[in-house]
């Protein structure tokens, strides 16, 4: 189908591409939504007029914009103080839009901006001729038109079909109230053209609970007189749309956290690629706001001999919390594994140097201490620390990337168990989906990678054994063992020297996409909880999420998104829209006999969903003059007959 669309493309560009624009693409934004993408397709031409004579920033878009501060000068004072003026700042706070940039708000594409219609007569001109109509093809033309008619019609469509003579007219129809919009009314409209009553009709009713969440109630009916609102058999999805830079205050520190170890895991990756390339240099550390050095030192010497209680107080198996709660206990949870405390510590530090010196500093600590704190996870350091405390290790010399390697491992650790409290303590639902579920534990619950035999000084002087000899492992030889690992990096696994630090490109990939996966999640469930407090779908949706594989995440800038379409049964959000109208409707009705099929499309929407500049020659006021629900309201009507 694309490669004959694509020759009538052809076709239209060596006929009339000097005097129009003709794309072969995707189609406009606002098409997809009146239409359909069943109408649309993937992919189709377009001829239209294209205006870049004035900057799209010049262009006034629809958009609400954020109102501005009042000067510190005005005279209009209230010492008083208004309740009803706190409610509209919580509401400008919760509205996260306000802090994107409006372009990107709009419901069009930026390039839309820039198309304008052609006289409908010229459309339908060319439309006509006998060389268009012959044309070899499968899929539809569309002609963008400036609705200047009396129809105001907007978009002319002529689909190729070996059997059918197929047209289709889409016109703007201007604000109408929503009491006007009524089955009869539709059911009407949909006659004009010398049918009965629908035989079929499919509908879908979005409800939009704020500018990131919308829920749609969709179903289809074959009644003459179709009910337009259905909240009992109706099916629901709930979309969401989280962007990482729209973090709450509440989730902010969470958020942090995974950018650190984005940033570490650049880092190492980085450096990896530049020694394999013959670049000789230290790495980077980039993520620490800086501390003394002493003070780092008191800090971790406290940490690893503190006797105060394990017992965290926040944790209370059978007291039921609100979410909302729990994630700011979270913040405030006391840490009990030593490796956790650590990661607290050596992230705070103002480079590698910085870090190197404070490992340095952990590993004599180790070395020459009672550690009271002995670490329960099972990460390398933790390792490290254990064996040095129980003087059965020679004291690491730490080189290359290993700083950094040991740092992102147990920063991993800790933010999993942060998500692990707050899902865990809110009763959202089990742990085990948080968790690779790829991860192998030996019978000790040990990872099987780590080496379970004694390490000893004693052997660092004596050669390779041979393999199996069961040789005690030491890390005073770092070099042999520290640098095995990671094949990419031309580096081998070898079971007989004990490693420093241990990376792996993918799995830590995998792994910090995993943790951005949860964390999405845990956004999609707060904004259900604040918007709908829908406690009973709280498990489905964190099932259905999180058992999904992750969307791989290199980077977490401000517009890394994710998009959530859960299925809800039609009696959790009933009591919400019960009694309310529609943000947008989409209404298709369609008749067909024998020799002709009429397919009629009526949809709604509270905003205007075309660009500025093509909603001119439509554009009117008089949806600033009704007081009541009012939409903008365009048709679709595509007629095919048999040939």
């Known amino acids: 189908m694309s490669a004959s669309l694509a020759n009538v493309y052809a076709e239209l560009t060596r006929r009339y591409g000097e005097t129009y624009t003709i794309t072969y693409g995707h189609p406009p934004t606002y098409l997809a939504s009146i239409a359909g993408v069943s109408e649309t397709g993937k992919k189709m031409v377009l001829v239209f007029k294209e205006d870049r004579s004035g900057s799209s920033s010049k262009i006034q878009h629809v958009t609400p914009k954020k109102a501005l501060p009042k000067s510190e000068g005005t005279s209009e004072l209230d010492l008083t103080g208004s309740p009803l003026k706190d409610d509209c700042l919580v509401d400008a706070i919760a509205d996260l839009s306000l802090d994107l940039q409006l372009e990107h708000s709009n419901p069009w594409k930026l390039e839309e901006e820039f198309q304008r219609g ?43 079909n070996k059997s059918h003579f197929s047209r289709g007219i889409l016109s703007y129809h201007g604000v109408v109230p929503a009491y006007m919009v009524t089955s009869q009314f539709l059911v009407k409209q949909h006659s004009m053209v010398g049918v009965r009553a629908p035989m079929e009709t499919t509908i879908e009713n979005s409800y939009q609970v704020n500018p990131q969440m919308t829920l749609r109630c969709s179903w289809t009916t074959n009644a003459s007189l179709p009910l337009l609102v259905n909240l009992h058999d109706c099916e629901v999805v ?100 030593l490796t956790d405390k650590l990661w607290e510590l050596l992230k705070s530090c103002a480079s590698y140097k910085d870090l190197k010196i404070a490992f340095g500093m952990l590993f ?35 080189s290359g990337a290993e700083p950094l390697e040991l740092l992102l491992e147990i920063g991993l650790e800790k933010v999993l168990k942060d998500y692990e409290f707050i899902y865990s303590e809110s009763k959202l639902c089990s742990t085990h989906l948080l968790r690779d579920t790829n991860e192998t534990v ?12 004694r390490k000893s000084l004693h052997n660092a ?21 520290a640098k095995a690992g990671n094949a990419k990096y031309g580096k081998v696994d070898d079971d007989s020297g004990f490693k420093n630090s241990h990376f792996d490109e993918q799995e830590s990939l995998e792994r910090v996409s995993k943790l951005f996966q949860i964390h999405c999640t845990l956004e999609h469930l707060l904004m259900i909880h604040i918007n709908l407090n829908l406690p009973n779908v709280y498990s489905d949706v964190c099932s259905e999420l999180l058992k999904k594989a992750p969307k791989i ?7 890394v998104s994710d998009v959530m379409d859960i299925h809800l049964s039609a009696l959790y959000v009933r009591e919400h829209l019960e009694g309310k109208e529609p943000y947008s409707r989409h209404i298709s009705m369609r008749s067909h006999n024998k020799f002709r099929e009429i397919k009629t499309t009526f949809y709604f929407n509270s905003e205007n969903i075309c660009p500025p500049e093509l909603a001119k020659c439509f554009q009117c006021d008089d949806k600033e003059m009704v007081k009541e629900r009012t939409y903008h309201s365009w048709l679709y009507r595509k007629i095919r007959t048999l040939k």
């Open 118 to 160: 052609v006289p409908v007569d010229q459309a339908r001109g060319i439309i006509s001729t006998e060389p268009f109509q012959q044309s070899e093809g499968t899929g539809s033309v569309w002609f963008l038109c400036d609705g200047a008619d009396l129809g105001q019609t907007q978009l002319l469509q002529y689909e190729f």
């Open 553 to 559: 995440v290199d980077a977490i800038d401000e517009n």
């Open 461 to 481: 002087v004596r050669g390779d054994p041979a393999a199996g000899a069961g040789m005690r492992k030491t890390l005073l030889h770092h070099n042999a063992g």
């Open 238 to 337: 709930l979309n969401h749309t989280f962007r990482a830079g729209e973090c709450t205050p509440l989730t902010q520190d969470f958020m942090n956290q995974l950018r650190i170890l984005v940033y570490i895991r650049e880092d190492i990756v980085s450096y990896h690629k530049d020694m394999q390339q013959g670049k000789s240099r230290d790495p980077t550390y980039r993520c620490g706001t800086g501390i003394d050095m002493d003070e780092l030192r008191e800090s971790i010497n406290k940490t690893m001999t503190d006797v105060s209680g394990f017992m965290d107080p926040y944790i209370n198996g059978h007291a039921e919390f609100d979410i909302e709660e729990v994630v700011q206990r979270a913040k405030v949870r006391r840490l009990t594994d």
């Open 442 to 453: 030996n019978d000790e619950g040990s990872p099987q990678n780590v080496p379970q035999v």
């Open 364 to 398: 004599q600590c180790a070395a020459r201490c009672n550690i009271v704190n002995t670490p329960t996870n099972k990460n390398r350091l933790a390792e490290i620390i254990t064996e040095l405390s129980n003087r059965r290790l020679a004291m690491p010399c730490l």
